[in-house]
């Protein structure tokens, strides 16, 4: 009898509940066909939260997600409360949950499928072998430092610091450098050092750790530079390492590789095997409620889980063959499909998948 794993489930707004409940289906289906077992309890997060709790973050959600081995998390967010500053001020919301849960790495797979290259804007040939990984700082930079607003003769001032400290860029470069170590061994680190202070530290750090790779091959690109090439040469890269803002960004538009961010699985770690995994789209409010969004980011993410926080990488593996068994056999949700008339909606493409997993 394997232990339970004890998993808080955050469905969180707009499309999070569709798209989680399908990967919900994948855990009992691994059940089934694995043995592990899974406990699940959902809590409120986001702005369900803020409506029900008048927080985005309640100090129960927190405490189970403590209490967890692992965070599987929708989307949160929408219009209804984007215009609520407590919904994504650091303290509070996905900042907040983030930094509370220690989460300082975001690891963002952009694999492209074969059979979906149709659906990239991309030139099949240029994405031939696409296969990267954007390693994203999480817990510091500009999303995190201090904040404020004042008044001058030209009106109001705003202002948003970005700060890192050694520590954060050390840690986060080294767990790229390993990650790089376990797949073809290079590395691209991402900052705008022509420019920004952060940024050079960021290269020095960078430089320093190296000297403890030998092996890994390494290449500095300035942001604008990288955003280029991704579009360009995006075979070339391997693992992408950088900090949070140019990660977010970055990873958004790796997605289009891919053919969609419906696509795109994230996991979140710190220094254990504690871990949160969420899609990297948002609540996709344009398409909420419709039973069109694409499950696959989800889906994948429990896959993420399943490696790197339970080391079942037999069921990671059944769910990655499942999801390229039933895309190969041209089954296709509205975002990645070229004949959108033919699109199968979330629910569907859910059991398509779990029909699909094997032992
Ligand atoms: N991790 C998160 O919870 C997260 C991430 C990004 C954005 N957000 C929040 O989500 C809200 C909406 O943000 P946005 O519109 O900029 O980004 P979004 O990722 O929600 O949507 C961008 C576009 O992609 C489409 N899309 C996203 N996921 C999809 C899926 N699974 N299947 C098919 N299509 C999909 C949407 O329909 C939309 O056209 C905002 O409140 C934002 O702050 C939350
Ligand atoms: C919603 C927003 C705060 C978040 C971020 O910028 O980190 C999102 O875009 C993401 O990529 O998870
Ligand atoms: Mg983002």
């Keep these: 009898m394997s232990e339970v794993k004890k998993i808080a489930v955050l469905g969180g707004d707009g499309i999070g509940p569709e798209v989680v409940g399908e990967a919900l289906k994948v855990l009992k289906k691994t059940e089934e066909l694995f043995?592990?077992?899974?406990?699940?309890?959902q809590a409120l997060f986001g702005g369900i939260a803020i409506d029900e709790k008048g927080t985005p973050l309640p100090q129960e959600?927190?405490?189970?997600?403590?209490?967890?081995?692992?965070?599987?998390?929708?989307?949160?967010?929408?219009?209804?409360?984007?215009?609520?500053?407590?919904?994504?001020r650091p303290e509070t919301g996905l900042l907040g949950i983030r930094k509370a849960l220690g989460l300082f790495s975001n690891i963002r797979p952009a694999t492209v499928f074969d059979c979906l290259k149709d659906?990239?804007?991309?030139?099949?040939e240029v994405l031939e072998g696409t296969d990267l990984i954007v390693v994203r700082e999480l817990t510091g930079g500009i999303y995190f430092g201090?904040?404020?607003r004042r008044d001058t003769e030209n009106g109001q001032e705003a202002i948003d610091t970005c700060v890192y400290n050694e520590k954060e860029v050390e840690r986060i470069v080294r767990q790229a450098f390993d990650i790089a170590m376990t797949r073809s061994k290079r590395l691209a680190s991402v900052d705008k050092a022509n420019v920004l202070e952060t940024s050079r530290l960021w290269r020095e750090?960078?430089?320093?750790?190296?000297a403890d790779y030998p092996e890994v091959e390494l290449e500095h690109v300035l942001v604008d530079n990288c955003a280029?090439?991704?579009?360009?040469?995006p075979a070339s890269f391997d693992v992408i390492v950088t900090e949070n803002m140019f990660g977010d960004i970055l990873s958004d538009e790796a997605a289009m590789l891919t053919g969609s961010i419906g696509m795109l699985s994230s996991a979140s770690l710190g220094e254990g095997?504690?871990?949160?995994?969420?899609?990297?789209?948002?609540?996709?409010?344009?398409?909420?409620g419709q039973g069109i969004s694409n499950p696959i980011a989800t889906i994948l993410s429990v896959a993420l889980m399943f490696r790197l926080t339970f080391g079942y990488h037999d069921a990671a593996q059944a769910i990655e063959d499942a999801v390229k068994e039933v895309l190969d056999a041209g089954h296709r949700t509205g975002d990645i499909a070229v004949d959108k008339s033919k699109a199968i909606g979330t629910t569907a493409m859910g059991d398509l998948i779990i029909a699909a997993m094997k032992k």
């Excluded at 929708?74 to 994504?88: E, R």
């Excluded at 659906?119 to 099949?124: E, F, Q």
């Design 146 to 148: 201090e904040k404020s």
């Design 205 to 210: 750090v960078v430089i320093r750790v190296a």
């Design 228 to 233: 280029m090439q991704l579009l360009r040469r």
């Design 35 to 41: 043995g592990y077992k899974f406990e699940t309890e």
């Design 119 to 124: 659906a990239s804007t991309l030139k099949p």
């Design 273 to 288: 095997s504690f871990g949160l995994y969420e899609p990297v789209h948002g609540s996709a409010p344009d398409i909420a």
């Design 61 to 88: 959600t927190l405490d189970l997600c403590l209490a967890s081995d692992a965070v599987l998390l929708g989307a949160v967010g929408g219009p209804k409360w984007d215009s609520n500053p407590a919904a994504l």
